[in-house]
């Protein structure tokens, strides 16, 4: 890090905002997205031949993570919970493939949960199958899934990478044991190497790992160790994520003592050493929060300025549009994104009745299009080329966002961009508050002010 970020900057920007995993935001969207427009926009993708990605999302985790922010149901280790919601998520996969209308190409699967491995192997098996017959899966193409290193077996990731699954990822968080405590996830170091050899074994092209700073008890030195001992594992990928503290949306939270937090210095500080350590261990920063190894796919989309961000966070994209099935599950298509029913009853009474389990989405507007793009290219690539802007748009980027240039201006005193004529470059400085740079873009914010509902931007 050549400029030092100063505690003014810090506390100038450290306000709630949006992490962009999507633009609109999630609280923009709303129950005007039902399933008979959902349906509509998947026969008109079934007359295209678009290409898919296909996110599958398996709730279940045998023990709530104090910390954790996704959508999760906890259960007992026991078939008899997959077997329920697979029936139901097999009859939704088959609504969904009927109204496209024929079998769509799937180039990116990925499963996430919750813990997609609470799946027994052979409802995995099932599961890959199901998916195959309704879809055109690409085997070539990127399989993926999110594994939890507690309990995932060997012979589940022989089974997984037998069937054509080529990217782990898994939740490591942090080796230390207080943070462990605290967050009531203990996966020491043995246990995570263990998995992490038997990926290697089984040759997973890609094993990534996700890490969490911002968590109660964590400091500077606990943290080194943890990522000294990652570094030893060389996983390809990393997600090194803020620490995300909803407690007005994931109760559970409540859990966590906030005086155990690092403060917002402490945060950062965290993370840029984290950061620098990366660095110096061969791999290059990706975007906002994502290292890779030089030879991972996701540092050649980043350098190509192939990188995209959905819901799972950074993403290397290689399909036209975004499905999602199973509960609370998110998809993008025909410029609308569309969220399941986030309660498991109702989303398994919705789909015995025959609906797609339809609860909220957006279709953007032109504005929300155009303000999409440039949040992605600045969440992405940290940069937005107005003259890409004005040949996509037919618009002059300056004047369109006549009423950001306000913004734009303090971004580029506070030393968060450099502007040309041509260009806006986020600095060196800039990319660790490019949550706020994106901020001044958001045309809901501007009418909302700054939001609350959202975790903090540092
Ligand atoms: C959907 S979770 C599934 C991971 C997997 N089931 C496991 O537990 O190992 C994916 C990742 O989201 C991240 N995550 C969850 N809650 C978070 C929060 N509140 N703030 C930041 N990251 C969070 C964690 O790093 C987690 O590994």
Redesign the pocket.
Known sequence: MTVPIDKSTILKYDVQGPRYTSYPTAPEWSAGVTAAVYKDKLTALGRSDKTLSLYVHIPF?EKL?Y????MKVIRPADEKYGEEYLTHLFKEMELVASAIGRKQTVRQLHW????PTFLSEGQMQRLLAKTCELFDVDLTGEIAI????RTVTASKLKVLRERGFNRVS??V?DFDDSVMDAVNRHQPFELVKNVTDSCRALKFESVNF???YGLPHQTRETFQDTVDQVITLKPDRI?L????YVPWLQKHQTKLVQDDFPNTDAKLDIFLLARQKFLDSGYQAIAMDHFALKTDEMARAFNERRLFRNFMGYTVKPADEYLGVGVSAIGFLENTFVQNIKALPEYYKAVQQGDLPVERGKELSEDDRIRRWVILQLMCHFSVDKKQFCSLFDKSFDEYFALEQGHLAHCVEDHLVVETDDTIEVTELGQFFIRNVCMGFDAYLRKDGVSRRFSRTV
Do not use: K
């Open positions: 985790c993570c910390f954790c922010a996704c996430g949960g919750g813990t999110e594994v939890d290193p898994m939740g968080q996700d890490l969490i997600a994520y803020s620490f995300a």
